[in-house]
């Protein structure tokens, strides 16, 4: 489906083209339905320039409760995602939520967050099956609600961030104002021709 924002895509075509199309360019620019999505380079990877998602406070409902599998101490929400708070980062780790009942919930996803430790300030997951994703592996576009929420609470605009999927990934998270710097590297895995 289509999304107004999507961290793998912006990265993924930023790669191609700083890398494949255009190995002298520094930058590119994606007009969005998002708006302008900015990505530079940034040893050893790429900065993505993407608008920050504010939060309200939000409704502990039983049906969360119940497809989480934990109680929250926190439930903020903006238009798409619920952004829930658990107690510690292994409540967040070794969480098991109830799919299809996330999938029933009046937002396409929940994401899950804790207070970092080891070196991170917080530690999350990104549930989003309403999207055909049960659980995204690393999410750019839920770090633009994560770290203008933990910014806040912690006093600091610059963030090391961990999604505990499966797979896991790093970032490093920068507010500045209404927008949020994700920074982070990716692999190429795949190349191929389509005959046409």
């Known amino acids: 489906m289509e999304v107004p924002l999507c961290g793998h895509a912006t990265l993924a075509s930023a790669a191609v083209v700083l890398e494949k199309l255009e190995p002298g360019r520094a930058a590119v620019t994606f007009h969005t339905a998002s708006g302008p999505l900015h990505v530079t ?32 101490q926190e439930v903020r929400a903006d238009a798409i995602n619920y952004l829930v708070v658990l107690e510690d980062e292994q409540t967040v780790r070794t969480l098991r939520p109830d799919i299809a009942a996330i999938a029933a919930l009046d937002r396409q996803g929940v994401i899950v967050t804790a207070r970092g430790s080891g070196g991170y300030d917080c530690v999350s997951r990104y549930f989003t099956p309403a999207r055909g994703v049960p659980e995204d592996p690393v999410t750019g576009s839920a770090h633009c609600a994560l770290a203008p929420y933990w910014a806040e609470r912690l006093g600091k605009p610059v963030l ?17 104002g209404a927008r949020v710097e994700l920074e982070g590297s990716c692999v190429f895995y795949l190349e191929g021709q389509a005959d046409i």
Do not use: I, N, W
């Open 41 to 72: 380079r940034a040893a050893p990877g790429y900065v993505m320039d993407f608008p920050a998602r504010s939060t309200m406070p939000a409704k502990v409902s039983d049906a969360l409760v119940h497809a989480l599998g934990a109680t929250p």
């Open 160 to 176: 090391r961030a961990y999604q505990a999927s499966r797979r896991g990934g790093e970032l490093t998270c920068r507010v500045r």
